[in-house]
Structure formats: structure tokens, C-alpha cells
């Protein structure tokens, strides 16, 4: 059986539209191959020569994500990281650079229990948690040293 695929590639101006399911798959591949978070502007920007994705549809894909773990929000930033640990079930922390705006993912660091136990001792009942590190990675940190020696 032949495959499907065209002799001469189709190919849109504005690219066509897509539904959830597959905006989901684009947009993950698209943040994987993303070092930095990026908004969902960005996204938007990064896949418009190949989707039309309409903000609406952007959301309700990286809803999914996250729903699925696959996908983490930094809320500080209002931007979105492809998760590097996927399958976790601990909350993470995320260590962001203001030099350079890498993030790394801080996970299986004991957060969890941490933020657990204090919300105990206060009765509360802990549903979110959003730990954000702000500073300056390895990198980073270690040019500036040698730029000011
Ligand atoms: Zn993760
Ligand atoms: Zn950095």
C-alpha cells in the first residue's frame, strides 16, 4: 500500500485549522523544542506559517496539557514550559534566570511534603502551590563572575 502522502505538497497561505486534540500535539512539540517559557502569543507566532490556531483553541490545548501533566504554567511570567519530568506526581518548583530566561524544573526535592506539612499545621487544605525561583542559573552566575574579577 502506498502511503498517502502527496506528490506535490499542499501547502496554504494561513494554515488550516485545527482542533484541540491536535493543536494540543503541535503546541507541545513546539514548547519541547522551546529552552524558555513562552506565552501562548508566542506559540500562537512560533506555528503561524504552518496553523491557524486561534487564542481560544491555544488555551483550551495547554488546559489539556497541564490537565495531563505534560505541560507546566509559570505564573509569574504567564508563559508555559513542556514539563522535563513527565509523570511526576510531586508539585515541582521552577528556578527561573532573569539573565537569560532559562527555567529549569526542580522536582522529587521534598516541596511537596514541606508544603504539605505547613498547610497542615494551619488547617488548610492545599489544592495549588506555585513555587517560583527567581535568580540567576549556573551559566549565568558564573560569566558575571568572571566579567567582574
Ligand atoms: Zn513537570
Ligand atoms: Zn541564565
Avoid: W
Wanted: net charge positive; aromatic share 4%; glycine share 6%.
Amino acid at each position: 500500500m502506498p502511503s498517502h502522502r502527496r506528490p506535490t505538497p499542499h501547502r496554504p497561505r494561513a494554515g488550516p485549522r485545527i482542533k484541540k486534540a491536535q493543536a494540543a500535539k503541535v503546541i507541545l512539540a513546539a514548547l519541547k523544542l522551546m529552552r524558555r517559557p513562552v506565552s501562548a502569543y508566542e506559540i500562537q507566532a512560533s506555528l503561524s506559517d504552518r496553523f491557524h490556531l486561534a487564542p481560544p483553541t491555544i488555551y483550551r490545548a495547554l488546559d489539556m496539557l497541564m490537565d495531563e501533566g505534560l505541560v507546566h504554567k509559570i505564573q509569574s511570567l504567564n508563559a508555559f514550559v513542556a514539563c522535563r519530568h513527565v509523570g511526576h506526581a510531586d508539585r515541582t518548583a521552577f528556578a527561573i534566570c532573569t539573565e537569560c530566561g532559562s527555567v529549569m524544573e526542580i522536582c522529587g526535592s521534598g516541596i511537596d511534603a514541606i508544603l504539605e506539612s505547613c498547610s497542615h499545621q494551619l488547617g488548610f487544605e492545599l489544592h495549588e502551590s506555585n513555587v517560583e525561583l527567581h535568580g540567576a542559573c549556573k551559566k549565568c552566575s558564573t560569566s558575571e563572575k568572571v566579567r567582574s574579577d
